[in-house]
């Protein structure tokens, strides 16, 4: 067995765990066997009657566990896709704007409109808000006819204070009443974890590690710099833009239904990295597992810190991301000296 396969099989059987836990454990711990009888009962492989055990396993938990894998894995590859783009080892996907404009949609439906297209209504606004925020980071690089990676980290910072600015209005205009779902919202959450919107985040996972996975060696040819690239073939221009928008339609999918789950997708690229080296072939796997891992024991962490209370995701993700940014730091430190 090779290296990597080793690697991808012991991330795999760690991240089955990881599961396992977040279906069993919470504010009321269930057993293994009802967990795996729920299982069954709910897919239908064995008959009989679901009890309200059964449907808290098979209609919140279960779904919730694989929100966060899928989700985790999609944000580490749109980590390792920016950062391989922009030349950036700090970009991540909220670096450009894309997270903001989420949050403007999905506060505007949560304090202005309201539900008016039911339960898909927070998720489509939220949707339209990151397209709308990363359709205008395209346009401005666009419009200076250049696709620096240092350009595009401009606009998207440009367009995220833009949309953070339109975030903070709503809130303060809006119903004072629904401020604790706003916030809760915004710090990311994965309480909106239903069978329903589960084809839409494995399309958006689908997506990004699809087409990553289609253009790994143009990736690999761009950590040489533009010029070696654009020698051996590679569009470069061309290429950044559509790495871009892939990872800009799947950030959108994401945050729609997850809120705003920051440091993902930047701590996942450097530990992948230590793991399997910087080649897109084994990296891109490697994230996907590591991010699937890494936000599936952040959830349980949420749900476990102030049982019965829930703990947003993502001020557990991001505790987590500064204490690994400072790490990063020194260790940058320590290596220039």
Not at 8 to 19: D, F, I, S, W
Not at 40 to 56: A, D, N, Q, V, Y
Not at 135 to 164: M, N, Q, Y
Request: hydrophobic share 55%; charged share 10%.
């Amino acid at each position: 067995m090779s290296r990597l396969a080793l690697i991808l099989v012991l991330g795999v059987a760690v991240l089955a765990a990881l599961l396992l836990l977040s279906t069993v454990y919470g504010t009321t711990s269930i057993p293994v066997s009802d967990t795996f009888d729920a299982i069954l009962l709910g897919t239908g492989i064995s008959g009989g009657e679901m009890s309200p055990m059964h449907r808290i396993v098979f209609d919140l938990r279960l779904p919730r566990a694989l929100f966060a894998a899928v989700i985790g894995a999609g944000l580490g590859i749109v980590g390792v896709v920016l950062q391989t783009t922009t030349r950036n080892d700090l970009a991540d996907p909220f670096l450009f704007g894309l997270s903001s404009g989420a949050a403007a949609g999905a506060v505007f439906v949560i304090t202005v409109t309201g539900d008016i297209l039911g339960f898909w209504t927070l998720p489509l606004a939220a949707f339209c808000g990151g397209l709308i925020a990363s359709g205008i980071v395209l346009a401005l690089v666009h419009g200076l006819r250049t696709s620096a990676p240092e350009k595009l980290i401009l606009a998207g910072l440009a367009v995220s204070f833009l949309f953070s600015a339109i975030t903070n209005y709503l809130i303060f205009a809006g119903d004072s009443r629904a401020a604790h779902s706003v916030i809760f919202w915004m710090l990311g959450g994965l309480g909106l974890a239903r069978w329903e919107t589960f084809p839409l985040v494995c399309a958006g996972l689908l997506l990004i590690l699809s087409y990553s996975l289609y253009r790994r060696r143009w990736l690999d040819a761009l950590l040489t710099g533009d010029l070696t690239a654009a020698t051996l073939g590679v569009p470069v221009q061309g290429l950044r833009f559509s790495m871009f928008f892939a990872a800009a339609l799947a950030t959108a999918v994401f945050v729609s239904v997850a809120g705003v789950i920051g440091f993902v997708g930047l701590m996942v690229p450097h530990i992948a990295r230590g793991i399997v080296g910087p080649l897109h072939g084994s990296l891109l796997p490697t994230a996907a597992i590591v991010g699937a891992a890494l936000l599936t024991g952040s959830d349980i962490l949420s749900r476990l810190l102030l049982a019965p209370q829930e703990l947003p995701v993502g001020i557990v993700t991001t505790s987590i991301g500064s204490a690994f940014v400072f790490l990063l730091l020194f260790r940058t430190a320590k290596a220039g000296r």
